[in-house]
């Protein structure tokens, strides 16, 4: 069975269960999603379901993209994304809804984080600065030496150094579902989820149950 849905986070609440404790969760609207297309081992090498997410205009697609749909009588969708299903139990031209979740399901959710630009090594990774004192004008949040010994003479792949931070695809994995809402399309996901408000999410079923 296909469990898998693409959605968009809305962000953060939280809720209270029945002795009274505050939980933290993340509400994605999720869905409806469109099967696309159907990928079989036979004809493409692989099993998976494309789903389409987020209707637009016409105007906004191209004509390749507004062909693909109109195959099975789709209308125009935003984004196009694949899920591995190793049976798919459905066919192209179906509708997909956060029924396919129930409470109580672990979902990982992939998303990308929000960008932070160029960052140094004090923000991006916690280094601890230089002293402040001695003579030290301009040098409080730089990395300093980075050389090895003479013997090495070189710096090696890999050095935490100054550089681009966030916006990096990112899995936030296990996270149990609280919350399904069908008349709004809402899922409620205990924690966070990767990304800003809006951000395009998938969510799969757990990989680590």
């Not at 898998?4 to 994605?28: C, H, R, S, W």
């Not at 998976?48 to 637009?56: D, I, K, P, T």
């Not at 935003?78 to 672990?106: S, W």
């Not at 090594?121 to 949040?141: E, I, M």
Request: aromatic share 6%; net charge positive.
């Amino acid at each position: 069975m296909l469990k898998g849905l693409i959605g968009k986070k809305i962000g953060m609440t939280q809720i209270f269960n029945d002795i009274g404790e505050a939980i933290p969760i993340t509400l994605i609207e999720a869905g409806p999603c469109y099967v696309t297309q159907v990928r079989t081992i036979d004809k493409d090498g692989y099993s998976a379901v494309q789903l389409g997410f987020g209707e637009s205009k016409p105007r906004r697609l191209t004509g390749g993209q507004l062909g693909h749909l109109q195959r099975n009588n789709l209308p125009p969708v935003r984004f196009l994304r694949e899920f591995q299903a190793k049976k798919p139990d459905v066919n192209e031209g179906d509708q997909v809804t956060v029924d396919v979740f129930e409470v109580g399901d672990h979902v990982d959710v992939v998303g990308r984080s929000k960008g932070r630009g160029f960052a140094g090594a004090v923000k991006r990774y916690g280094f601890r600065g230089g002293p402040k004192t001695h003579g030290q004008s301009d040098r409080h949040r730089a990395v300093g030496s980075i050389g090895a010994t003479s013997g090495t003479g070189r710096v090696f792949p890999g050095k935490r150094m100054p550089g681009h931070m966030g916006n990096q695809r990112i899995t936030a994995q296990n996270l149990k579902i609280v919350l399904v809402d069908a008349e709004r399309n809402l899922i409620g996901v205990r924690g966070a989820v990767p990304g800003p408000k809006g951000g395009l999410v998938l969510i799969k079923e757990s990989r680590k149950q």
